[in-house]
C-alpha cells in the first residue's frame, strides 16, 4: 500500500506539475514510502508496533497479530478495493487497470477530503487526469518514441564541432 500510495503520488506530481524544478520542490517532502500522506504514516507506525510484539515462535500470536494489521489496513477509509480484495484472502491484482469502480464519487480513484487534497491537489477533475495521462500514453508510447530518436538522430560527422 504505501508503494502504491508513493508511485500515485509520483504520477499525479508528474502530471500536475510543469517544470523539473517545480517537480522537484512538490515532491521534497516524501519518505519514499506512502506519498507523504500522514494518515497512511499512523498506520504505517501501529504495524510496526505490532510486527515488533509477535513472537515469531507463537503460530497463534502471529496469526493474531496479522489480523490486526488486516483490521488495521481494512479500516484505511482511501484503501483502493483492489487493495481491499487482496485483504480478503484475493491473491492478486485486477489485471484491467482502468475498472467501473474507480470512477465512483464516494470510493473510487480521486477519494475525497484530504486524501484527494494531498494526492489529487484538490482541484484535479477525473476527465482532466485521464485527458494528461492519456497524452503521456502516446508521448512515450514505442511509436512516438521511435519517431523521435529517427527523426532526431545524427550521424557523428552531422554534430558540429566543439573547439
Known amino acids: 500500500m504505501g508503494a502504491y500510495l508513493e508511485y500515485l503520488k509520483l504520477n499525479v506530481t508528474r502530471l500536475h506539475t510543469r517544470n523539473r ?9 516524501l519518505k519514499l514510502v506512502g506519498g507523504g500522506f500522514t494518515p ?15 513472537d515469531p515462535d507463537d503460530e497463534s500470536d502471529v496469526d493474531r497479530t496479522v489480523g490486526k494489521i488486516r ?6 477509509h482511501w484503501m483502493p478495493s483492489a487493495f481491499r480484495d487482496l485483504l480478503k484472502g484475493k491473491n492478486h491484482l485486477p489485471s484491467n487497470k482502468l475498472r467501473v469502480n474507480l470512477f465512483n464519487r464516494s470510493d473510487g480513484f ?3 477530503g484530504i486524501y484527494r487534497e ?3 491537489y484538490g482541484n484535479t477533475s ?17 511509436p512516438a518514441l521511435n519517431w523521435q530518436r529517427h527523426s532526431h538522430a545524427r550521424l557523428s560527422w552531422q554534430l558540429p564541432r566543439l573547439p
Open 40 to 54: 497512511f504514516f499512523e498506520i504505517q507506525e501501529k504495524v510496526d508496533t505490532f510486527i515488533e510484539q509477535v
Open 71 to 76: 483490521a488495521l489496513y481494512a479500516s484505511f
Open 21 to 29: 524544478a517545480d517537480y522537484l520542490a512538490q515532491l521534497s517532502g
Open 110 to 112: 480521486l477519494g475525497d
Open 126 to 142: 477525473m476527465t482532466a487526469l485521464i485527458l494528461k495521462a492519456l497524452s503521456e500514453q502516446a508521448r512515450y508510447s514505442v
Open 118 to 120: 494531498h494526492f489529487f
